[in-house]
C-alpha cells in the first residue's frame, strides 16, 4: 500500500474498492452465491467503480456540479445494491407474472436502468445508448410499429420485473458471464501485462520476423495477435501494442495510415484467437450451454487461417512495394529475449490448465497468481510494488468498463425475447433471402457489420445473436457455426468504415488520417472476410468430426484464404495485374465458400493455382532469359 498517499482520495478510494472487488470474485471462486446475490454485488461495484474512474467530463458545467452528480451516481448505485441485498429472500421467493411489483420495485429498477444508460455511455459511447434507447422505447410503444414489428407494448410494472426482478434482463446470461468468466480473464490479463508479457510479444515478433521482407508489418501481426489472444480487445491491444508497432513500422517505409490499418486488423483479430479470443467468446458459450474451451478449440483453425493470410498479403504487398526489412543493428536494438523467456510461463500455465479439463475461471486465476510468482526467477524481471499496484488498479477497471455494458445489454435480451421479436425477425430474414441460404447468410452478415459499427464486439456479438442466430438456425446449420458466423462478423465490424473503434484508435496513435486507416484496415481484413462461409458448411473448420476429417478442412481453409491473400498482395513471382488478380481472387472467393471436397471448391483451387503457377514460372523463365541475356552480352 506504500505510495497510496500519494494518490488524490477519490483514486485510494477506487483502488480500495477495486481490490475489494477483487477479493470477493476470488471468494466466488471457492463459495459461489445465488445469482441474485453475487450479481447484484458485482454489478453495483462496477458501476461504482466505473463512475470513479470516469468522472463527468462535461465542460460546460463548473467542476463542484460535476463531482456532485458523480457522487450522487457512486451513492445511487450502492442504494441499488441495498435494494438487492435487503429484498433477496422476497426477490428469489417471489412468482413472475404472480406476485405483485411494489413502488420501491419500480424506482429501483428505473434507476437501474437510468445508470446503465449513464454508465454504457461513458465507457463506450453515445452509439450503444441509442440502442439501448430504441429496445426501450419498442417496449413501451411497439403498438404503433406496422407489419412484424408490431408488439403489444410493456407497462412499466412488467417492464421493470422483466428487466430488474429476475434473472431474464440486466441480471441475467451477460451478468453471469462477467461474473463467472470475464472478471477472471481480465485479472489474468491485467497482471500479464503488468510483469512485462505484453511486450515480450512485441519483441519476440521482431526477433522472429524483423528481417524478413516486410518484417516490420508481419512483426506488428504475430506481436498483437499473441497479445490480441489474451487481452480480448481490440481497441486496448492497439493502444498497448500500436504505441510499439507503428512508429516501428513507418520507420521501414510504410506509409502511416497503412502501418495503424495493419496493426488494428492484427489486434482486431486477437479477439479470434485462443486461448482467451474476446469477451463475446465466454458469452457465445454460455448461450450454446458448452465449457468455454470447446469454443476456444472451435476458433483455433479459422483464427490460424486469418493470421496466415495476413501474414501473406503483407509480405507479398511488401515485395510489391519494396518496403525494406530492419537491419540487423536495429533488431539487435530489441532486448534480449533469453532472459525473459520464463516470462511466458504464465500463458503455459493457463493452456495447460484449460486443457487439462479445469474451469475456466480457475485456471484464469491460477495463471494470474503465476504472475506475481514467475518475474522473480531472474534479477533482471523482477517485479516491486509500482507493477503490482497497477495491475491491482487496472484488472477492476477493465472489468468494469466491460461488465457494465454488457449487463446493458440484457435490456435488449429481455425486450427482444419477451416480445417475441428475434422470432419474427428470423421469419422476416428468411422471407427477405426467399429460403436462399447465401442470401440469408449475405444479409446476416451486411446486418451484424452494419450493426457492429461504433458498438463494441460484444454488444454487437450479443445483439446479433439475438435478432440473426435463430434465423440461420431454421436454414438448418448448427448452433456453433451460426454463433461463430455472428461473432465473426462483429469482430470484423470493429476495422469496418464508415465507423471502425479500432480503425480510429490506432490512426489516433500513428497520427494518420482516421478514414484512411479504416479503409487500409478493411481492405486487409478482405483477405479473410468469407471464412465464415467455410466454416458454415464445413463444420471441421471449427474442429468437428474426425481427425482427418478436421485436418483436410483446415487444409483447405489454408488454401483458399491463401489465394485470397495473392490477389489482394498483387505478387506471385512479380506483379500482377488486376485482371490476373480478379481471377485468382475469384477463384478464392468460389473455394471459400464452397463445402470442401465439392466440385466448386475444387475447380477454384485448381484454377486459382494453376494461374498463380503459370504466373510464377513466366516470371522465373522471364529472369532467367533476361539473365542469359546480359551473361551473353558481357
Known sequence: MRGLTTYHPIQVLAFLIGVSFIAFQVWLLFSPQQAL???????????????????????????????????????AAAAVLGYYLIGFERLTTRMENVSPVYLVDLIFGVLLVFLLLEGARRAVGWILVWVLLAFIAYAFWGDILPGWLNFRGFGIESAVEISSMTTAGILGITTSTSVSFIFYFIL?????????????FIDL???????????TAKAAIIGSSLMGSISGSAVSNVVSTGVFTIPLMKRTGVPGHRAAGIEAIASTGGQLMPPVMGVAAFIMAEFLGIPYTQVALAGLI?????YLALLLVVDLTARRGGVRPLSDEEVNQTPAIAPRLHLIAPLLVLIFLLVS?????????IAAVTC????????STRIGTKEIMQALREAPRQAAEVAVPIAAIGIVIAVAVQSNLALKFAGSLLSLSEGSIYASLMVAMVGCIIMGMGLPTVAAYIIGAVLFVPAIEDLGIPSLAAHFFVFYYCVLSMVTPPVALASFAAAGVGQASAMKTSLSAFGLSLVAFFVPFAFVFDLGVLAQGSAIHIAFSAMALLLATALWAVAFGGWAGRPLGWAMRTAIGLAGFAAVISPSGSVVWGAGLISGWALIGVVACLSRF???HTTAITNSME
Open 302 to 306: 479459422p483464427a490460424i487461417a486469418f
Open 372 to 379: 506475481l510468482i514467475v518475474p522473480f526467477l531472474r534479477r
Open 188 to 200: 489474468f490479463g491485467a497482471f500479464y501485462a503488468a510483469v512485462g508479457g505484453g511486450q515480450l
Open 205 to 215: 515478433a521482431i526477433r522472429a520476423t524483423g528481417r524478413a521482407t516486410g518484417g
Open 357 to 365: 479439463g479445469y474451469s475456466a475461471s480457475y485456471s484464469a486465476v
Open 622 to 624: 522471364r529472369r532467367g
Open 37 to 75: 446475490i453475487e450479481r447484484p454485488i458485482h454489478l453495483s461495484t462496477a458501476l461504482i467503480l466505473l463512475f470513479l474512474y470516469r468522472p463527468l467530463k462535461t465542460p460546460w458545467l463548473p467542476r463542484w456540479s460535476r463531482v456532485a452528480i458523480d457522487t450522487t451516481l457512486v451513492l
